[in-house]
């Protein structure tokens, strides 16, 4: 009997899968990969959208605090990244 794996990539399979579609080096493709992410999150940080034409984009969502159920502390106002894909990467996957 087959057992279903999670279906997730890691960083080090995705970097390694890049590279090897890419015919190039894991360290550039890393460099990369971690330069991208720098750069995407400090421009979400600052309030940009960013916009990856026939992807998606990433932007942040500020979210109110509230009260505890039961207690007395509160949940302070916080900010989570949000994504949205674009319809034709979404086309892609097989969605509307």
């Not at 984009?57 to 949205?84: A, E, M, P, T």
Request: glycine share 8%; net charge positive.
């Amino acid at each position: 009997m087959e057992t279903k794996t999670n279906p997730r990539i890691s960083k080090r399979e995705f970097i390694s899968r890049v590279a090897t579609r890419s015919a190039l080096p894991i360290r550039v493709v890393n460099k990369v990969y971690e330069s991208l992410l720098g750069e995407l999150t400090g421009a979400v940080s600052c309030g940009e959208t960013v916009v990856l034409t026939s992807f998606g984009r990433f932007y942040r969502q500020d979210h109110k605090g509230h009260k505890v159920r039961f207690g007395k502390s509160n949940i302070d106002d916080y900010v989570v990244l949000k994504f949205s894909a674009s319809s034709s990467f979404n086309r892609r996957l097989g969605g509307n």
